[in-house]
């Protein structure tokens, strides 16, 4: 018997851009309930992450499905469909899932004999208290049936092929799809939760993916979709540039969102190798981008540009009042408080170096005494924050309001300004990197690049891998190399590069497996305030006394040493087959198979003591840690 989690689908306001952005007396007395229970949902959910591999077909659609069993009964928790195998997101209750996915061969969104079909060998647990993520769920689909799976006739779908939705990066995007309406957009901000189970989180793209032409990734705001856009994507130069769309409910916490746009990107730059990237960001779409570029913008060297439009850098005082005082609230009114954690954080670390940011604001709004000078929406106060302005190359102001200045003419005469001015960039080279893997060994997902430069004056460069192996927009120079990937060593541990402007050096790095321990002292968790799908990082008030691993061969010991609070010590560390210890987190290289103990001990904190058993084939994810008094 198959049983699926009831979904939801209650009205909401259809205004396309609430003036308050808050304002639940339009919502009524069932709306306000449903909105209610969507908060609850985000802060008591777990989002489950992996890739599907389908060597066979991977072009082919896939369906991918999370179920409890219960004695004969599978209950459903959630499904979601992929255009082509890869990377998928689940978001279920709190619970223990069996995971199971089936290439649709015949279009009809239904399992049929015949179809090939893979599951995860063991069941998740998914506990929001401990994070609200479970990541590296990966497996493969084969010609293999599996008894331990979904039976033959389970309907996932609704069998109209390219009509459904589809969570698998580059997904096809067409404007008059009822899906990238102004209408999804509304109740992807009023109910975050049903939007996700419905639509993911994802980027799209209005044609197949050209390596000639530069992306563009634009990413709308609140209660946005991407319907905001065409008219500036309209008007750009489609022969040199291709637009893509992030497309995410803009009432979940934003921290969420600029973690799924990281993991989105992280898939798109390994599948792709694109060697520029720009993005340009509406309203509360900035604060997802800025976000995304202060925590993870180092990684992706290719962002060399960011253009926001119109956004609200100071937060809005009535996201305030909405969380003291409405019945219900959206969890994106939370990170919009201005004397919230999220706005106070902003620009507390740098934009990367090589990204150029343009401010763009508009105020055609009408000012009154409740409301000084706006874009109807916006304060000029806020999106003109002194720290967005000091970043800035270049401020602009448009009089147009918050929503119609992303159709100004004006407006189109600077972007296309900018967008010439990156076409004279600063000379830059590139690097081809091959991997060489043991036979029958599939590379790593996300292998590591990190270029120190011998010239002091450069900062160093960390940066994701693409299939290709191919990596652009590296300032000229002499560098000290190092590719990383968890759970291998690499031979060399570290290559001598020298980069010429416009033209492509070479490197190659033989992996071999090896058996690895890591992990790291997670900040506490407050019930009702970790979204699901917001990164758990590490507690910066933490300090590590000693950690400790018991094995096969021994017993080795660790502690923070000089280099224990430099950002790139670990990665330093583990290419050279170190252990090594920092303030809150630890790594164990070249251990032996078997069993072990790891006991951690930090200042103000109880001993923390774990088993596991290792294997290079099975190494665990990092360690998230969580500390007792």
């Known amino acids: ?66 179920y409890a069993a219960d004695g004969d009964a599978k209950t459903i928790a959630h499904s979601t469909r992929l255009h082509e195998s890869g990377p998928f997101e689940l978001i279920v209750p709190d619970g223990r899932y069996r995971l199971f996915a089936f290439a649709d061969a015949n279009a009809n969104g239904r399992f049929d004999a015949g179809e090939d079909c893979g599951a995860l060998d063991k069941p998740v647990t998914a506990s929001s208290a401990a994070g609200g993520m479970v990541q590296g769920l990966d497996f493969a689909l084969t010609g293999t049936p599996r008894a331990d799976g979904l039976p033959q006739g389970t309907r996932l779908g609704q069998g109209n092929g390219a009509a459904e939705s589809s969570t698998q990066i580059g997904a096809p995007l067409r404007f008059e799809d009822p899906r990238f309406s102004a209408e999804t957009g509304v109740r992807g901000y009023w109910e975050p939760v049903s939007f996700f189970r419905e639509m993911g989180g994802n980027v799209y793209f209005l044609e197949p993916y050209s390596p000639d032409k530069t992306p563009i990734l634009f990413i709308h705001g609140a209660s946005g ?183 100004a003419p004006e407006l189109f005469a600077q972007y296309d300004a900018i967008l010439r001015e990156q076409e004279r960039p600063a000379p830059a080279g590139r690097l081809g990197v091959q991997l060489k893997m043991p036979a029958g060994m599939k590379p790593p997902a996300f292998p590591l690049l990190m270029l120190e430069p011998k010239a002091t004056a450069q900062g160093r460069i960390l940066t994701t891998l693409s299939g290709n192996g191919e990596v652009g927009q590296i300032p000229p120079g002499d560098y000290l190399a190092r590719v990383v990937a968890y759970g291998y060593a690499s031979t060399p541990q570290t290559s001598e590069l020298h980069v010429e402007a416009g033209t492509q050096s070479r490197m190659e790095v033989a992996l071999a497996p090896l058996t690895v321990l890591s992990g790291f002292v997670a900040s506490p968790l407050k019930a009702g305030t970790h979204a699901a799908g917001q990164e758990r990082r590490p507690d910066g008030a933490t300090r590590i006394s000693r950690v400790w691993l018991k094995g096969p061969a021994g017993e080795r010991s660790l502690s923070p040493g000089a280099d224990a609070e430099d950002a790139y010590a670990a990665i330093t560390h583990y290419s050279a087959g170190r252990d090594f210890a920092s303030l809150n987190g630890f790594s164990f290289t070249g251990l032996a198979p078997g069993h072990y103990e790891l006991r951690l001990e930090a200042e103000g904190y109880a001993p923390y003591v774990a088993q596991y058993e290792l294997a290079p084939e099975t190494n665990p994810q990092a360690q998230l840690i969580e500390l007792q008094r």
């Not at 306000?32 to 008591?44: C, D, F, G, H, M």
């Not at 500036?232 to 130069?237: G, S």
């Open 1 to 66: 018997m198959i049983r699926t989690f009831p979904s939801r689908a209650a009205g909401f306001p259809s205004t396309r851009f609430l003036p308050a952005l808050l304002l639940p007396v339009l919502l009524g007395a069932c709306n306000l309930i449903a909105t209610r229970e969507e908060s609850k949902t985000l802060y008591s959910a777990t989002v489950l992450v992996g890739r599907i591999e389908h060597a066979a077909a991977p072009g082919q659609a896939v369906y991918v499905a999370a």
């Open 225 to 407: 979709s991407a319907q905001d856009w065409q008219a500036l994507a309209a008007h750009i130069d489609r022969s040199r540039y291709q637009p893509w769309f992030f497309v995410y409910p803009s009432g979940a916490s934003l921290d969420s969102m600029s973690y799924l746009l990281l993991w989105k990107l992280l898939n798109l730059q390994a599948r792709y190798g694109f060697q520029r990237l720009y993005l340009t960001a509406h309203s509360m779409g900035g604060l997802v981008a800025e976000d995304f570029l202060e925590k993870y913008g180092a990684n992706f060297p290719q962002i060399t540009l960011f253009v926001s439009i119109a956004t609200p850098w100071l937060g809005e005082p009535r996201a305030e009042t909405g969380v003291r005082y409405s019945p219900a609230v959206v969890p994106s009114w939370e990170d919009l408080r201005p004397e919230g954690p999220f706005i106070k954080r902003l620009f507390a670390r740098p934009q990367p170096a090589q990204t150029a940011y343009y401010l763009m604001f508009a105020h055609g709004g009408s000012p009154g005494l409740m409301r000084p000078n706006n874009d109807g929406t916006v304060t000029l106060q806020s999106q003109l924050r002194p720290q967005a302005q000091a970043l800035a190359r270049q401020v602009r102001g448009f009089d147009a309001g918050h929503a119609s200045v992303l159709a």
